[in-house]
């Protein structure tokens, strides 16, 4: 077991240095220019090369390289041109919002998805689920920021029961909550719905019926618990890409997390920001997936002691 | 005074391309500690039979009409109150010990689960019978076993698991769905001898479903020969194996391997290969009246029709 969690522990951090690595060069190969987008059109030749050589930017890739790994290495990922103020510093700031918004979204998904899934594998079939289904259908091919203006417009402009934007109030939440959550409660119960109904007509659940344990135990106890790890795997997938900033809902409700802050890194090609981005969210995806991963063998004994065999 | 009494029992079948006659009205009854055996190839609609009998088909999928009364309930016309006798008098004892069991669960756990609770049995209690029963079953080690997961357990063993699992409630009938198809034939054996013991000692019915001549005539006291959903023949064992009177009961017969010598001739009585096909052509399939007993259409297994 140890030696499972380090060598996974390995590869994490393989993961986010390779990610972290990638975004460093992918961005200096975009086309703009920090220089630019800092200095504003008015700007001389002369001034931009003065900007550039402030930054390090007029060194070869290679060394550029050198340079970042080496303040990574002391823990220093430089200063956002735009913020004025350590990249970190800035990301960090801006984390709790959206892990808050994440973790809300997440929560709503959990209580309304696993119900529904689990009740429309038991109706499956039935006009009532076709209904239903057809929604989680429509729920997620929905844009999601084409049902946060939907949203906008029927709750806050037509009947103005929540504010449109902004962080100020637990009702500033809702729409935001609801826009992310709704995706995600599709995607969530077409899965359960699908696994449990599996589940259910498996050959250990007829023979459970037929030594009389109850319809409620066999639904939770048995198909529920047979389905949790593909289930948990969905749902830490979706959540780890919701850390990632929920980048759409952010910007449309004007929410200070790290989805709009990223867009305004991009356009002013701030990349210190960037990186301090893609460094903290890649932490927090890949360690979401580890601890995902250490659960499979609380859920399943066939996967413990790093043995996977499958029956 | 029988066990089980079933008379012009019919399941139909509903499947995308019409109404399948599975079970074609058959008639037969057991008695405490009697064993009758329901034989037939693939496709002759004996596990829809059993499965029919426990209503553990889907209500969907399966109309079950006739009468079949088991202890004092009508299966057919009182399926919540006979739902309630599933795991009480009557118990299951699957096809495939493999995957019958919960692979997230102990075997403790879901042994436990069989055991009726009567007022204030604590663990302990339910742990000593637990153990009772496995020792029954000739488990070896059953404190040991209870705590492990069905995947560490071989298929024989697990067999012995379920058995002790259909035990646990002292039902007056036991039915056994192809309980040695998925085994070892050394394993088969110990399973069937198994199964007379406790039959001596506890005097509970058994209804055998089996595609296997030798498990018939080993374990039965009456067999019925099925074919495309009726019963082709039916007597004692000795009267069906030694003087069979039907052509089917002959070539099932015939089509048992015998030891000896061969003489390189294909054997031109026997079965055709395979099950039959649940849609006997197309054109029939499409112009097949659902209530009809006299269709010409061959009856699937329960296998076979589930998705």
Redesign the interface.
């Known amino acids: 077991m140890l030696t499972y969690v380090s060598k996974r522990l390995g590869q994490s951090l393989l993961t986010i240095f390779l990610t972290v690595s990638t975004v460093f060069v992918l961005i200096r190969m975009a086309p703009g220019d920090p220089a630019y987008a800092l200095a504003g059109p008015l700007a001389s030749t002369g001034d931009l090369e003065k900007i550039r050589i402030s930054m390090g930017l007029n060194e070869p890739l290679l060394t550029q390289y050198g340079i970042f790994l080496k303040d990574l290495g002391a823990g220093n990922i430089g200063k956002s041109y735009s913020f004025q103020a350590p990249a970190l510093e800035v990301v960090m700031s801006r984390l709790p919002n959206t892990i808050f918004l994440a973790v809300l979204a997440i929560l709503l998904a959990i209580v309304v998805a696993i119900p529904l899934g689990v009740w429309m594998a038991k109706r499956a079939?039935t006009k009532r689920e076709l209904g239903v289904n057809v929604l989680t259908i429509a729920g997620q091919s929905m844009p999601d920021f084409w049902i946060g203006i939907m949203l906008l417009t029927l709750f806050a402009v037509v009947f103005p029961i929540f504010p449109s934007s902004g962080f100020t109030s637990w009702s500033g939440v809702v729409l935001p909550v609801t826009t992310v959550a709704i995706l995600q409660i599709a995607l969530v119960s077409r899965m359960v719905r699908r696994e449990v109904g599996t589940n259910m007509?498996?050959?250990?659940?007829?023979?459970?019926?037929?030594?009389?344990?109850g319809e409620q135990?066999l639904t939770w106890?048995?198909a529920m618990?047979?389905s949790s790890i593909p289930i948990l795997t969905t749902l830490g997938t979706r959540f780890a890409g919701m850390l990632n900033g929920v980048v759409v809902v952010e910007v449309v409700f004007n929410w200070p997390g790290l989805g709009s802050l990223v867009v305004r890194a991009l356009e002013t090609r701030d990349y210190p920001l960037i990186q301090a981005t893609v460094l903290v969210t890649s932490v927090l995806a890949v360690g979401v997936q580890l601890l995902i991963d250490l659960c499979y063998p609380l859920?399943?004994?066939?996967v413990r002691l790093g043995k996977v065999?499958v029956? | 005074m029988s066990v089980l009494e079933v008379r012009d029992l019919a399941v139909e079948l509903m499947t995308t391309a019409g109404v399948i006659r599975a079970v074609d009205g058959i008639s037969f009854s057991i008695d405490a500690g009697q064993t009758v055996t329901i034989i037939g190839e693939s496709g002759s609609g004996k596990s829809t039979t059993a499965m029919g009998l426990l209503r553990l088909l889907p209500d969907d999928l399966a109309v079950i009409s006739g009468h079949a009364v088991l202890d004092g309930v009508d299966v057919v016309t009182e399926p919540k109150k006979f739902a309630k006798l599933r795991g009480r008098s009557v118990a299951l004892i699957p096809q495939d010990a493999m995957t019958a069991l919960s692979p997230v669960h102990t075997i403790g756990r879901q042994l436990g689960e069989a055991i009726p609770r009567k007022g204030g049995a604590s663990t302990a209690d339910l742990n000593r019978r637990s153990v009772e029963l496995l020792e029954q079953v000739r488990i070896p080690e059953p404190a040991v076993q209870l705590k492990k997961y069905p995947h560490q357990l071989s298929g024989g063993m697990l067999q012995r698991v379920l058995i002790a699992m259909a035990l646990a409630v002292d039902p007056v009938l036991l039915v056994a769905d192809e309980p040695t198809s998925a085994l070892d034939v050394t394993v088969q054996a110990g399973i069937l001898d198994l199964l007379m013991e406790l039959q001596e000692r506890t005097h509970v019915a058994i209804l055998m479903i089996t595609h296997d001549l030798g498990v018939a005539r080993l374990v039965s006291d009456r067999i019925h020969v099925m074919k495309d959903g009726k019963f082709v023949e039916s007597g004692e064992v000795e009267q069906i194996v030694e003087h069979p009177q039907t052509e089917y009961t002959k070539k099932l017969l015939a089509a048992v391997p015998k030891l000896g010598h061969w003489d390189g001739e294909p054997h031109h009585d026997a079965l055709e290969a395979g099950p039959p096909s649940p849609y006997a052509t197309d054109q029939q399939a499409t112009v097949r009246q659902a209530t009809s007993s006299q269709a010409t259409t061959s009856p699937v297994t329960l296998n076979g029709a589930h998705p």
């Open positions: 079939d007509a498996a050959p250990y659940l007829t023979v459970a019926r037929a030594r009389g344990t135990k106890a048995y618990r047979n859920l399943d004994p066939r065999s029956a």
